[in-house]
């Protein structure tokens, strides 16, 4: 079997804002949120605040991610509102 490389290592993942959540139609949601992030990514720590846009679809009555974008972070909490 061959080893297996990590190069992501998830610490912490919480949404800290939402800015918009809206339902397109009954069974489609839009969600654009603040995450708060920290991880490692190739050894390298990282505390991140990325903007996330999100589009959910329901689907025989659970809610799945059907699109996701993540835009980078800025770790800076001063300069959002």
Avoid at 5 to 12: A, L, R
Avoid at 24 to 44: A, D, Q
Wanted: hydrophobic letters at 45%; glycine letters at 4%.
């Amino acid at each position: 079997m061959p080893s297996m490389i990590v190069f992501v290592v998830q610490e912490k993942a919480a949404i800290t804002k939402i800015h918009r959540f809206e339902f397109l139609s009954e069974n489609i949601v839009m969600c654009i949120f603040t995450l708060g992030s920290k991880f490692t990514y190739k050894g390298t720590a990282n505390d991140d605040l990325p903007t996330v846009t999100s589009i959910f679809k329901k689907v025989n009555d659970v809610w799945k991610i059907h699109w996701m974008q993540r835009s980078t972070g800025n770790s800076d909490l001063s300069l959002w509102d």
